[in-house]
Each structure stands twice: as C-alpha cells, then as structure tokens.
C-alpha cells in the first residue's frame, strides 16, 4: 500500500489539463534501476510486469515481477534468478492462472541464454529452463500456443549463417523443446516480436542485418513461407512489435531513418501495414527532429492502430511516454506525452478489457535514486480534439489559447476600467458615449461605493515619500511579492500535472518572474526617480480578477496582476510611454534570450520563459486603455507599431517551436 501511495503522490496525479486520458499511474520502487519489458491484463482484471532490477549500484540483475489489482495496487513482487545477471523480457498468463516468463540468463560475464521459467499465481516458481550454447541467445518475445505451449523468439550467436539470427524456439508446456529454426542473413538478424498467426503459423519481426525491418512468416512448424523487408537496408529501420490485423495482414510498429529526410535524422516512430502475404501497403511516420521510438503496437477496435514508447522531440524531459493513436490509414488521430524531467519509457502496451490502454515501462523523473518501474491506465475515449502535433501543454500554453485569452483579458480589463471611469467620473465632464451610457446604466450606490473606493486608492505625492530613491518601498515589495506568488501559482496550475513536478517548474516560474521582474523594477524605478518621477507597483485589482478568471477558464495566466504606475510634478506622457514600452523592451529581450535556451535544449526554463514573456509582452501591447499599449499609442504610433510587430514577431517562434 505504501508503495502504490508513493506512487500515487509522485507521479500518479490525473492529468488536469482538458486532453488528459490517464486514468492513473503507479511506479514500483524495488532497486536502484528497475526496467519494465512486459505488461499484460490478468484473468482478475489486475496487470502483471516483468522486467529487471539492480538492488546496488555494483550487483548484478534480476529479473523482476510485479503482480497489481486492478486500479494498480501492487498485490505482491519478486525477484528470479542468481546467475550474474537475468533479465525478464516477456510474460504471459498461462490456462492454470499462473505465468510464463522469458528473457535471458547470463551464467557468467561470458554468454547469455535463453530463459523461460512458470510461476504460479502467488509468483512461486514452478520450473525453469535455459536453451542454447556456449556464445550469446536473448530472448526479447514469448506467445502462448494453442497447443498449451510456448513459441520464444530472439536472436541466437550459436546458430544460424550469420553474426546473429532469428531464432524461433517450440516447447511444450512444460518447457521441454519441441523445435527450433534460425532465420538469417550473413549479418546482425535480431528478432523482437513474435506471434502465432491465424492459421497455426507464426510471425516474426525485427531486424534484418542491422538496417532493414524484417518479417518472416512460417508455418506451424516452423518452416518459412515467405519474409519481406522494410526500410532503406543504408539506414537503421526496425520492427519492434508486431500484430495480425482485422484484413488478414500485419502491422509492424518500430522506428526508421528511412522516411526523416535525411541519414543523420534521429529515428521516429514508425507504423508498416502489409497484406496477408507481407506486401508493403502503407507506411507512416511520426516524431519531430530529436529521436522517437515505437516499443509496442496494438489494433484498435475502429480499425485504427495505437503506438507507445518513448519521444525526445516532445514532452518535458529528456524522453517522455509517447502514445500516438491512427486511424486505420495510419493518419495520426491524437497523441499524448507522459512524464517529468528526467526519463520516462513505455515498453509495452496493450488494450485492456474495458477497452482503454495499460502501458509498462519505466520513470526516472520521481526523485529516486535511479529507474523504477512504470505502470499507466489510460482510457479509451482520447483527447476531446484532434491534435496535429504532440499535446505539450503540460509545460507550455497552445499559442492558440495564449492569444485568445489575452484578447479576452483585454477586453475583460478594458471594459471594467471604462465602467469604473462611468462611475467615478464627475457629471459635467466630457466623456466619450460608451462611457457615458454605462454611467447611465449603472445604480447610484454601484457609482458611489467605486468612488469611494477610488478615492481611498488616490496616489501619493512625491513630497510625501520618504526612503531611498533608487530602492523599492516596503509596500512595492509586498505587492511585487504577491504577484510574483500568484502568477507562479497559477502557472503551476496549467503547467504541472504531477506534485513531483512541481520540484522543477515552481522554481523555474518563481526564478523567471524574479529575474524578468527584477530588471524590470530598476530600469523604471532609476530611470523614472533621476527624472523626478515616482514609479510604483501596485495591486492591479481589475487585473488580479481577470487574470484569475482567464487563467481558470483559458488555463493561460496572462500577465502578473499587478501593474506600474508613474506620477509626480514632472510625470508626462511621454515619459509614460518611454517607461511602458521598457516594461515591454525587456519582456521582449528576455523573450529572445528564453526562445534561444528552448532551441538549445533547455526545455523547461526556455519554455516556461517563453511562454511568460510572450502573453505578458502580448498583453501589455494591446492599444486599448488601461493597457500599457494605448499609452505608447497616444504618444507615437510608430513606436507603438514596432513593438507590437516584434512582439508578433516572437510569438510567430512561439508557434514553431511549440
């Protein structure tokens, strides 16, 4: 219980934002570097996973099991094997209710071996057995076979024609071999996926002399009927999971060079669809310009295909949970990213009885010592919209999103300030007719309780201020620091999806509003008082209330909720529109100084960054009263215009890099 708490607290929180489709996450802390290969659905509703643990730094592996209920409550885990290192690779559940697992035994430093051994359903080992010879054999694929036994592929150093082979290996029940075939080309042959096909046969992928992606198809014994390649044999292409679809055909998920664009691409996630006889059909890819790696494939109930392993690209971290969802033709539907700052990898993927999705793997990013493993439940329902690219806005408001909230706090803002102005200003007085028509709408005792207030707000006199004129007062620090604390908080609102990543963005927002907010304060504060002018931040109450309410309703915070304002005897407007459009010139230079660390790989600061300096300079150019814009406009047009064009011009590289 303790465990699948920790889990719950550190990275199993839903995702908030509107495409979340985690149902909820767990991690399995047992060692100091735990790897899931392997999940799959127990008769009980439960998920069972098999991989490797490191229990030190300097020991050597076992393989591990983790048995769950059914909201991924650990139920019981233990550890197989005391050679100098054992692997899990694979797992079934057998007709008996037990499990079969395979992967690969390493007697020594020297050679490894096949591995196939059956637990029963408390986890205890029932028998276990190794295959092969004195040079290398793993196993990375186990199938049930109707005949109650059991089909092993992987590659083999021992047999074969060539470095490595396919190697396909039969036994019964009781793990006692009934055949073995090898599958090969004079180079590196490694299979990863196996499946017992419609018609007793079997079909295999991986890939074939180190470049192409490989399918070979047999018969029941073994015996081959026909393979195909994939991919262009001078680049890296490899199938890593394979499935008979709904036609009669295959599907092969994987990833490849061949299809990038260029021989120095990273990989992306590959999708292959072939006939029955393993003719190419259609291929698709999906990723972006770092490396993107299909683990695991399955057929949707539409038609449609669901990829999961792990992207660079996208997310947050330095590999985040990928899951990319096709229609039939392989056209991308949706997609999700999963994860904290450090690594986090989906190895397997199934479809789980209430029709959603069950991915195993491994996370880095909870604040362990090294990996643990993984287990994410998602639903079957999917983002409520269809995304063209990765959904990121666990860190970073969709641009899109951005520009609408910041027209409607505009819009929000300006229109309670010429509501105010209606209330508070003197009858007599020329106003324009908006205003004046709202003044005639609104109730006197609405008029006289803004007035009052207003006049309770009256700004200060430079003879009355006391203290150093190069240094903020006591209430400006205050006001500075609740701002900064609210802004922070809200962008950990839209931004954070998990407690153990508010380690990482909280400080990064407080630390971006500081420094921006900072070189702010003192460029107004010593320019504005050597010219005899007062400069002071102050509690922007209409810009605190639709802050709030665009943040909650757009999950866009849009600018800090508290504003700056200049008076004094030799305060005019245009040394108002020079101090505005500064506030402005420096969110834009941070902006660029933030857009070039996101493009060098710094994704979280240069991201939050960003996102902060953009909506914040957008907002502040907006030429509409009481926004800094309409100061600046008043004073010059041409001014105005040449910030508003660069601030567009830096949301522009929002959109690319977003």
Known sequence: MSIALFGLLSFGLVVRNAMAIIEWSRIYPNGVDDHARSVVQTNDGGYILAGHTQLRNDTDRQALIVKTDPSGNMQWNKTYGDAYTDEAHAIIQTSDGGYAAAGVTWPSNDSGHFWVFKIDASGNVQWNKTYGGPYNDNAWSMVGTSDGGYAIAGFTNNFGLGDSDFWLLKTDASGAEQWNRTYGTTGNDVAYSVIQTSDGGYAITGRQNGHQCWLVKTDSSGTMQWNQTYGDARVSNTGQSLVQTSDGGYAIGGFTESFNGSTNTPYDFWLVKTDPSGNLQWNQTYGGTAEDIARSIAQTPDGGYALAGYTESYGVGTQDVWFVKTDSSGNMQWNQTFGGANTDVANSMIRTSDGGYALGGNTE?????????????????????????????????????????????????????????????????PTGRVTQKIRELLPETVKKWLADFMSSKR???????????????????????????????????????????????????????????????????????????????????????TFLVTTFAFRVPFSSPSR?????????????????????????????????????????????????????????????????????????KTLWAALFILTLALYASWLLLT
């Open 459 to 545: 700004k200060l006199t430079v003879d009355e201020k006391t203290g150093s004129p190069f240094l903020p007062t006591k209430s400006e620090a205050l006001v500075y620091s609740i701002s900064i604390a609210v802004l922070a908080l809200s962008f950990s609102y839209v931004k954070v999806d998990t407690l153990s990543q508010i380690v990482l963005v909280l400080p990064t927002i407080l630390g971006t509003s500081i420094l921006v907010g900072f070189v702010k304060t003192f460029i107004l504060i010593v320019y504005s008082r050597k010219r005899g002018v007062w400069t002071e931040h102050k509690l922007w109450y209409f810009g605190l209330a």
């Open 564 to 636: 700056s304002v200049h008076y004094g005897p030799k305060f005019t407007k245009r040394l108002g529109a020079i101090l505005s459009s500064a506030e402005i010139f420096v969110s834009l230079v941070f902006a660029g100084f933030f857009c070039l660390l996101l493009i060098g790989g710094f994704k979280v600061i240069g991201s939050v960054g960003l996102a902060m300096c953009i909506i914040g300079a957008f907002f502040d150019t907006f030429p509409i009263a009481p926004m800094s814009g309409r100061t600046i406009f008043d004073h010059s």
């Open 365 to 429: 990013s909870v604040g362990l010592a090294g990996a643990a493993f993984l287990l994410i439940k998602m639903d079957s329902t999917g983002p409520s919209q269809i995304l063209s690219n990765p959904e990121t806005s666990a860190w970073t408001p969709e641009p899109s999103s951005a520009a609408v909230a910041t027209v409607a706090a505009v819009l929000a803002t300006g229109g309670v300030s010429i509501a105010v102005a209606a209330a508070i200003t003197p009858p007599g007085l």
